[in-house]
C-alpha cells in the first residue's frame, strides 16, 4: 500500500471548523503564519511535529492527514511505542534545537480564544470518546472529558472577559493620550503666547 499526503485536509478542517488562522497558530504554539499559510494553500506538507500537535490540540485521527494509492482516505492505526521510545529528540532541551521549530506535540493546556476553537476542540474530544468507548476504556475517560469540556468553556468566558477588559483599558488610554496631547498643544500656545509678548 503507498499513501500520500492529503494537501488539502488542513483546509478542508479549518474551513468546516470555521476556524482562523490565529486559532491555529495558538493550536500549534507559534506565531509563523507564513508556513501556515503555506501548508493551508498546500504549497507544502505539514511538518510532522506540527501535523502531531495539530491531531493532539483537536484530537484528529493522524490518518486523516493521508490518502491511499487510490485517492482514498487512508486506514491505518500507528502501533503502540515501546515504553522506552522517546518522543522528544534527545537534545530537545538544547536552545539552538528549539529554534529550529521542534516544539513539544502533546497537548498539556488547550488556550482557547475562539468559539469555533471550541467546538472543533469540543467535536475531537467527542470523537475520542466514542473511540475509547469502541476500545472499551470509557470509564475514567468520559469524566475527565466532559471535565475539560467545562474546563474550556470556563477558559473561553474568561478569555472573552479579559479581550474586553484589555479593549476598555486600550480606549481609555487613546482617551487619555488625547486629552493630554489636546492639554499639551493648549499650555504649549499659552506659552508662546506669553514669550510673544
Not at 153 to 163: N, P, T
Request: charged share 35%; aromatic share 8%.
Amino acid at each position: 500500500m503507498q499513501y500520500s499526503f492529503n494537501y488539502g485536509y488542513l483546509k478542508k478542517f479549518k474551513e468546516s471548523n470555521k476556524l482562523t488562522k490565529k486559532d491555529l497558530l495558538e493550536a500549534l504554539g507559534t506565531a509563523d503564519g507564513f508556513t501556515l499559510g503555506k501548508w493551508l494553500d498546500g504549497k507544502s506538507p505539514v511538518h510532522i511535529t506540527a501535523l502531531l500537535r495539530i491531531c493532539n490540540y483537536y484530537q484528529i485521527c493522524l490518518s486523516d492527514f493521508f490518502i491511499d494509492e487510490d485517492g482514498l482516505a487512508a486506514d491505518f492505526a500507528p502501533k503502540a511505542p515501546l515504553d522506552e521510545t522517546p518522543t522528544l529528540p534527545t537534545d530537545f532541551g538544547n536552545e539552538e534545537v528549539r529554534k529550529k521549530g521542534i516544539v513539544e506535540t502533546k497537548i498539556t493546556e488547550r488556550k482557547i480564544t475562539s468559539a469555533a476553537q471550541l467546538a472543533a476542540v469540543e467535536r475531537g474530544l467527542a470523537r475520542r470518546e466514542e473511540q475509547l468507548v469502541r476500545n472499551g476504556k470509557i470509564h475514567e475517560a468520559a469524566t475527565l472529558d466532559s471535565n475539560n469540556i467545562d474546563e474550556l468553556r470556563i477558559k473561553l468566558e474568561h478569555s472573552e472577559l479579559l479581550r474586553k477588559i484589555e479593549a476598555d483599558y486600550n480606549k481609555r488610554i487613546a482617551d487619555l493620550t488625547d486629552r493630554f496631547d489636546d492639554e499639551r498643544k493648549r499650555l504649549l500656545a499659552i506659552i508662546e503666547k506669553l514669550q510673544a509678548e
